[in-house]
């Protein structure tokens, strides 16, 4: 599947037919597809999977070819043979019947309940290389073509596509929907949808902007479609460049494997992250549903518009989207701190995991459709975002803005490559952009920079950062844009192997609002004076938040003592900061879940308890008037956390406030997860079949989901058994089996379970999810959570024997942690004389 240099055969156009059949789940497809043959030749090669063809003729010079068909299954391609050689311009016409599948990708069907009837709907998610089960194809992002679609559908059915409709026509029992012409785009781009949809209309400019949904709750797309038209026109005119179809459609689909999909003008969603119902939706739920649409809009432009040449530069997609989407967001919802957040949302996972061995570059070679599908994770989605923060904030925010609109308008309705991005924003800037860029892009990890104070001088020397610290140094090679916060000056420096500053005042800070991807370790007093300021916060949140980040991840490679740590965190006492309490619990619970079963494991719990009862009581439970909307956020993972540590007076406010609401329906919602949680938390096999008849009657996907994550929050042994058995049955979404799957090793009582679990069903699993899904990931991510080199061995070896393609990145990467995880407990027993 790697690009191939010179390309034979070419498409131009694509008229395609679909006619879907729910009664056996098969579609049958016709498609004319204009081509263009530069060289003479008597085969084409295209791509195809899992369809079966009937017949293929090619029209040529006036003539009718048949041609010799050889399906290769493996290399999911369809080899086409002529009688004589053809070339110039040609028509392709192929008859196929493939499969409306249940495994959330190609063209799949999806089901839900509506009035009691069980009903099923039709739609496709092709990227990256799912097209192909369609319809053959030439299913690679630089094979730009013209798309026609027509849908034969029954008439009670409606039809989308990324197009409006230009026809319908009645054909006895069935309606034929045609849509109009497409501009150039890629395949994976292509989007068919058919079944009963409700539609929420509104207007931005020319363009018609609708929310999609199957029936009965179109209503809960009001926010949705407020989101869509604010950060539609945010973007025209960031990019000065009008979004350039008719109309957009805003899907909301009942199973679907990721987030959301930005197929141009049909936009695909997981109803939890595009319907919002203001009764029962938490401020969490709508900041999500706020980034994702912002997210996927950016694509229009930034993937649809322009579009990576190659695979290996799914970072400008998928990079810029979380950038951007950021930037939307911030905008024109500014009290919702989102740039704050994109420290927990983008730089904590891109870091983490570039931290192990077993990372990436954020340039990856990748060929298979296997390999591909695993690079969509923390590096090109959270590092790349987090170097594009970095990035604009070296170049400023105007040069970005001018060097993103000249690329865009450069590659419109074309390819484009790294290369050509840091030609246009060098270019706006004219500034070493390539030089300091590939120095990130290019090499796999990030650095931690070392910070001494000498005298006079501040002297700063890098190497690369890894949890899996063997003592071994390595020499950096990054350059650098470090900023140093001196009282209030800041000095700012493009540092190559190491540099040296005036210390020219009483304390010191590097990486100045952590706009750098980059660690710092100080030295002792450097570090003495850091703790003073984050108590009297002389420093900013995003500071306060970087020190705490930056100890954490020496705590855990074995290079900062625990039981210091324990000690420095107690300058956060007075903390009131979002971000920077996030990242404090978030520590301070894997701490907890860690080390349980340890002889000290109540020690932990103690200062646990100890410390997040000293913020909650400034918190309380309920909102107070005027307080920042993250708040809601904070409130919920300390209620859930202390009740966790077996907090009785949370235990029982919790308690309380649930069988108010089974008598009054009412609960604030943003308290809703953590209640339920708390509940099972302190809960017995009564209340277990209580939340699992909550779970079945819950009336939006948001609501099962909160108590779906509960069922892994028990701690009797065998009902969490019975929660892992559940998630298995037909009551769950494939799409939503990983969740009470990390739940689960989320919980100190749990975490024992999964690996096991894992061993006993991977067929099934794999079965379920099918080859290559990449929720199977999920799954195999959640062994991290062990700490045991026994176990390590155990893991790898029954994974040798049960080796699944598009597994290997993320096998290699919970295994690194596995070793991770022991090697930090075996020092902390050391440290608490175990
Ligand atoms: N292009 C992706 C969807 C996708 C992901 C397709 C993986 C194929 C494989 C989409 O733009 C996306 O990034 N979705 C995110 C949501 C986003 C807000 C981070 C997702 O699905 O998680
Ligand atoms: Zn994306």
Redesign the pocket.
């Known amino acids: 599947m790697e690009p191939s240099l010179v390309r034979p055969v070419s498409p131009i156009n694509y008229d395609l037919e679909f006619e879907p059949d729910f009664d056996k789940f098969k579609f049958r497809g016709k498609e004319k597809i204009l081509i263009k043959v530069p060289r003479p030749t008597r085969q084409i090669i295209m791509h195809s999977a899992e369809l079966e063809i009937q017949d293929c003729t090619v029209l040529w010079n006036e003539k009718k070819i048949r041609a010799k068909v050889r399906l290769d299954e493996k290399k999911e391609e369809l080899v086409l043979n002529l009688p004589e050689k053809i070339s110039g311009r040609a028509v392709l016409l192929i008859n196929f019947v493939g499969t409306l599948n249940d495994k959330l990708v190609g063209f799949y069907r999806s089901k839900y309940e509506y009035k009691g009837k069980e009903k099923h709907l039709a739609t496709t998610?092709f990227?990256?290389a799912d097209a192909r089960r369609a319809f053959p194809c030439w299913d690679e992002p630089e094979d730009k073509a013209t798309f026609d679609v027509s849908l034969i559908v029954d008439s009670n059915l409606t039809a989308l596509s990324n197009m409006p409709v230009v026809s319908k026509k009645r054909l006895g029992k069935k309606t034929s929907f045609r849509f109009d012409t497409t501009p150039v785009m890629s395949t994976?781009l292509l989007y068919l949808a058919v079944g009963e949809f409700e539609f929420l209309q509104g207007k931005l400019g020319k363009t018609l902007v609708r929310i999609v949904t199957t029936q009965g709750k179109k209503e809960q797309g009001k926010m949705a479609l407020l989101f869509t038209k604010q950060f539609l026109a945010y973007f025209q005119k960031y990019f000065k460049i009008p979004y350039p179809l008719p109309k957009l459609d805003m899907i909301a689909i009942p199973d679907f494997?990721?987030?959301?999909?930005?197929n141009w003008g049909a936009i695909t969603f997981?109803e939890t992250?595009l319907l919002y119902d203001p009764k029962t939706s938490s401020t969490d739920t709508m900041q999500?549903i706020a980034?994702?649409i912002?997210?996927?809009l950016a694509?229009q432009w930034f993937?649809n518009l322009v579009t990576m040449k190659w695979w290996n530069d799914l970072w400008l997609?998928?990079s810029f989207?979380?950038f951007m989407?950021t930037k939307a967001v911030d905008k024109i919802y500014p009290e919702w701190d989102f740039w704050d957040q994109f420290l927990i949302s983008e730089m904590t996972g891109g870091m983490s995991l570039d931290s192990l061995k077993s990372s990436h570059p954020i340039d990856v070679d990748v060929k298979s459709p296997a390999e591909v599908?695993q690079i969509?994770d923390e590096i090109s989605?959270n590092k790349g975002g987090s170097v594009l923060m970095m990035l604009e904030n070296f170049i400023g925010p105007d040069n970005f803005q001018r060097g993103m609109h000249s690329y865009l308008k450069k590659h419109e309705y074309s390819n484009a490559t790294t290369e050509d991005l840091w030609n246009s924003l060098g270019a706006a800037s004219r500034k070493p952009v390539r030089q300091l860029m590939n120095t990130w892009v290019r090499q796999i990890g990030y650095p931690i920079v070392e910070a001494k104070a000498i005298d006079s001088k501040i002297k700063l020397s890098q190497k690369r950062f890894l949890l899996e610290n063997d003592g071994k140094s390595r020499q950096g090679n990054w350059i650098i844009p470090v900023s140093i916060r001196m009282e209030d000056k800041v000095v700012t420096k493009m540092m190559r192997g190491s540099v040296t500053v005036p210390y020219t005042s009483r304390w010191f800070k590097v990486n100045d609002g952590q706009k750098g991807f980059y660690r710092v370790r100080y030295d002792e007093n450097a570090l003495d004076n850091l703790g003073r300021l984050v108590e009297e916060k002389k420093i900013s949140n995003l500071d306060r938040w970087s020190i705490h980040h930056d100890l954490t991840a020496l705590v855990i490679s074995n290079q900062y003592q625990l039981k210091h740590y324990l000690d420095f965190v107690r300058h956060y006492e007075e903390e009131d900061d979002y971000v920077v309490l996030s990242d404090i619990i978030g520590f301070l619970n894997f701490l907890y879940v860690l080390l349980s079963g340890e002889k000290f494991w109540d020690e932990i719990k103690e200062f646990n308890q100890y410390f997040m009862n000293v913020i909650f009581r400034r918190i309380g439970w309920d909102k107070v008037k005027g307080e920042k909307p993250t708040y809601a956020l904070l409130r919920s993972s300390l209620i859930g956390s202390l009740a966790k540590l077996d907090d009785k007076e949370i235990v029982e406010e919790a308690k309380s406030r649930f069988s108010n609401t089974l008598r009054s329906g009412l609960l604030n919602p943003d308290l809703r997860s953590a209640v339920y949680s708390t509940v099972a938390w302190d809960g017995n096999p009564g209340t277990y079949q209580q939340m699992v008849g909550l779970y079945r009657k819950a009336s939006t996907q948001e609501e099962k989901i909160r108590f779906l994550g509960s069922l892994s929050n028990f701690k009797e042994e065998r009902l969490l058994a019975k929660t892992l058995a559940f998630a298995l049955s037909r009551e769950v979404r494939t799409q939503n089996l990983f969740m009470p799957v990390a739940r689960m090793v989320a919980n100190p009582y749990g975490k024992e379970l999964v690996w096991p679990w894992i061993k006993k069903n991977w067929k099934g699993l794999v079965k379920k999810f099918g080859v290559g899904n990449?929720l199977l990931n999920r799954i195999i991510g959640s062994v991290s959570v062990m700490a045991d080199l026994e176990k390590e061995k155990e893991v790898r070896s029954f994974f040798v024997k049960h080796h699944v393609p598009g597994t290997e990145m993320k096998l290699a990467q919970s295994l690194e942690r596995i070793r991770i995880h022991a090697k930090f407990l075996k020092n902390a027993r050391k440290e608490f004389g175990q």
């Open positions: 998610q990227e990256a994976y494997a990721s987030g959301a999909m930005e997981r992250v999500h980034e994702v912002a997210h996927e694509h993937g997609n998928e989207a979380t989407a599908r969509f989605y990449p």
